[in-house]
């Protein structure tokens, strides 16, 4: 482990030692490409014993969605999981008190969401310092991650954790590349761009690709890629989550201090002792899990609103909703009657593959 936490080191200062111009980008990027293939090394250990690869704490995923609290240790994380959910997490002025990771369930808007209060990271967490390797890896199966920062400590702590996080392949608040990756038998590299490129060329892409051991291949751009976009679909173990910059303790600052901090994007501001602004994050966090309500409407009967099913935005076809009902229950589909939003007129007949919206309502039709 030390070897490869040495080489790491001595590429980490090499890229620092580079400048960064046209003659370099070819060195740079194969640079990069040497060292996110350390770091997978690092997270998936392969020797026997050690601790096997990068496993999170086992804590039972619950609930509709996940929201992971990650900081550095002291910042108010368990304060705030306590307030949100009223579960006991043990609170202290020293660093360090939650040495395990402590899961609360709040109910907002219908939906079940399981909070996490993960441990505090320190710097180095992603080449294994702490507990981090641990506590970034249950980060990766969260649906939205709560950075949370002490409004009277440097702000370049952000950046600290955002860098941690990255190293582990955890993409926040982006979108995947839009580029296209085609391995092939033969032909060589291939490599195509619909608009004008500043960071790659062919070289470059080349260079990347032989670290890979990747010879035939085709290339697509559909944007200003970067080399660490082309080894982020490469590597494709990549996790993009939407993040919000929670500051806490802001009855320690001035009102000038806030209204800088204002500026940050993704950013929001909380006492969780004082128990200021809790339902604005509350509000912040369902916006960014991006969640869908649908009720259901057992035939001659009124619309369940108590208790809707939670989809997911990117999966909320009808099909999606009867898979989340039950496995079994596609068999019996007929089709499905929807009122609201999603809705041409109501109610809607329709097929499986019908996308709803949020706030809908669905009455399944079985087969006789």
Known sequence: MAT??????????????????????????????????????????????????????????????????????????????????????????????????IPGVITYRGAKIQLLDLPGIIEGAKDGKGRGRQVISTARTCNCILIVLDAIKPITHKRLIEKELEGFGIRLNKEPPNLTF???????????????????????????????????????????????????????????????????KIDQITLEELEILDKLPHYCPVSAHLEWNLDGLLEMIWEYLNLTRIYTKPKGMNPDYEDPVILSSKKKTVEDFCFRIHKDMLKQFKYALVWGSSAKHKPQRVGKEHELEDEDVVQIIKKV
């Open 4 to 101: 490869v936490m040495q080489k790491i080191k001595d590429i980490e200062d090499e890229m620092a030692k580079t400048q960064k111009n046209k003659a370099t980008a070819h060195h740079l990027g194969l640079l990069k490409a040497k060292l996110a293939k350390l770091r997978r090394e690092l997270l998936t250990p392969t020797t026997k014993g050690g601790g096997g690869a990068g496993e999170g704490f086992d804590v039972t995923k619950s609930g509709d969605a996940r929201v992971g609290l990650v900081g550095f240790p002291s910042v108010g994380k368990s304060t705030l999981l306590n307030k949100l959910t009223g579960t006991f997490s043990e609170v202290a002025s020293y660093e360090f008190t939650t040495l395990t990771c």
């Open 182 to 248: 085609r391995k092939k038998e033969k032909g060589g590299i291939n490599f195509t761009s619909t608009v004008a490129n500043t960071h790659l060329d062919l070289e470059t892409v080349k260079a990347i690709c032989s670290e890979y051991k990747i010879h035939n291949a085709d290339v697509t751009l559909r944007f200003d890629a970067t080399a660490d976009d082309l080894i982020d679909v490469i590597e494709g173990s990549r996790i993009y989550t939407p993040c919000i910059y929670v500051v806490n």
